[in-house]
C-alpha cells in the first residue's frame, strides 16, 4: 500500500505521458458564450502580475522621497508665517499629488488597477486651470468647467480603453492588499 505523501504527491501535466492525460472537456452550451468583464478579470488575474508595475527608475525610492519631503511641506506651511507657509502649503500639496499620480498612471497604464476616473480628473482639472488662468479675460468660468468636463469625459473614454487593452479586456479591477 502506498504511503499518504505518495497518493498526495501529484505529478505535473508535463510529467505524464501523452497517453495518460484526459481529454479537455467540451464547455458545453457556454463553448459560443462570450466572456463578461467578470470572466476576463479573472482570467486576466491569472496571467497578470502579481503586485503592482516597477517604477522606471528601479528600487530608488523616489515616490516615498516625494511624499516625505510634500509631508515636511505641509507641516512646515503650517507652522511658517502667511506668506511663506501660503506657498509651503501650495507646494506641499502638488508634490503630493503628483506622486499619487504617478503611481496611478504606472498601475493603471500596466492594466494592474483601473484609475481611470483618477486620471480624467486630473486631465480635466488641468484644462481648467490652463482656461482660467492663461486663458483670456473674457472667458467666464462656466466655459472653462464646460470644457473641462468634456475632456473629462474624452479622456475617461480614452483611459478605460487603454485599460481595457492591458487588462485583458477587463473594465475594473480590484486588488486586495
Avoid: C, N
Wanted: net charge positive; aromatic share 8%.
Amino acid at each position: 500500500m502506498a504511503s499518504k505523501r505518495q497518493r498526495r504527491k501529484r505529478r505535473r501535466r508535463s510529467e505524464r505521458p501523452a497517453s495518460d492525460r484526459a481529454p479537455v472537456p467540451d464547455r458545453g452550451p457556454r463553448a459560443g458564450v462570450r466572456l463578461d468583464d467578470a470572466d476576463r478579470a479573472r482570467a486576466a488575474g491569472a496571467r497578470g502580475a502579481k503586485g503592482p508595475p516597477p517604477a522606471p527608475w528601479g528600487s530608488f525610492p523616489l515616490s516615498e522621497l516625494v511624499v516625505l519631503l510634500a509631508v515636511v511641506m505641509l507641516i512646515a506651511g503650517f507652522v511658517v508665517a502667511p506668506p511663506r507657509g501660503a506657498v509651503l502649503l501650495g507646494t506641499g500639496l502638488v508634490l503630493g499629488s503628483l506622486a499619487g499620480l504617478e503611481l496611478a498612471v504606472r498601475e493603471h497604464f500596466a492594466g494592474y488597477k483601473s484609475h481611470t476616473l483618477l486620471l480624467a480628473g486630473a486631465v480635466g482639472v488641468a484644462v481648467v486651470a490652463g482656461l482660467y488662468f492663461l486663458g483670456p479675460d473674457s472667458l467666464r468660468v462656466w466655459m472653462a468647467v464646460l470644457a473641462g468636463a468634456i475632456v473629462f469625459a474624452i479622456s475617461a473614454w480614452l483611459l478605460m480603453g487603454a485599460f481595457r487593452r492591458r487588462s485583458g479586456g477587463a473594465l475594473y479591477r480590484f486588488r486586495s492588499g
